[in-house]
């Protein structure tokens, strides 16, 4: 079992920056696919960024690239996603996502995964 904790959102104007974190507790993330992904009212939850398990190569949703950054520090079991440069449309809550077993072809398939934090509102005002 991985439980997950993300902290770091907030209400924010178009081009600040927020760092949202996603600590993972009950197993080390060193080998885990984590991921970010976001939902907003009335909308699927969608792939943002991800890191797969087996190396530090990074993905990103095409809208968010250049902007946002997914890292890891596996010392510290946790997660990061820096947002740089927000605008509204980044407005959604934002979900913190694991699978020790996932697939590269799975990669953005939020359902995929088995394990998910609580989630954290990111509100971006114009």
């Known amino acids: 079992q991985v439980q997950l904790a993300e902290t770091g959102g907030g209400l924010v104007q178009a081009g600040d920056s927020l760092r949202l974190s996603c600590v993972a507790s009950?197993?080390?993330?060193?080998?885990?696919?984590m991921a970010w992904f976001r939902q907003a009212p009335g909308r699927e939850r969608e792939f943002v960024a991800g890191?797969?398990?087996?190396?530090?190569?990074?993905n990103y949703q095409d809208s968010v690239k250049g902007r946002f950054t997914i890292s890891r520090d596996n010392a510290k079991n946790t997660v990061y996603l820096q947002m740089n440069n927000l605008k509204p449309e980044d407005t959604a809550v934002y979900y913190c996502?694991?699978?020790?077993?996932?697939?590269?072809?799975?990669?953005?398939?939020?359902?995929?995964?088995?394990?998910w934090g609580q989630g954290t509102q990111v509100t971006v005002s114009s």
């Open positions: 890191l797969f398990r087996t190396g530090y190569n990074a």
């Open positions: 009950g197993r080390t993330i060193s080998r885990t696919t």
């Open positions: 996502a694991a699978d020790q077993n996932l697939i590269y072809s799975d990669f953005g398939r939020h359902t995929a995964y088995d394990y």
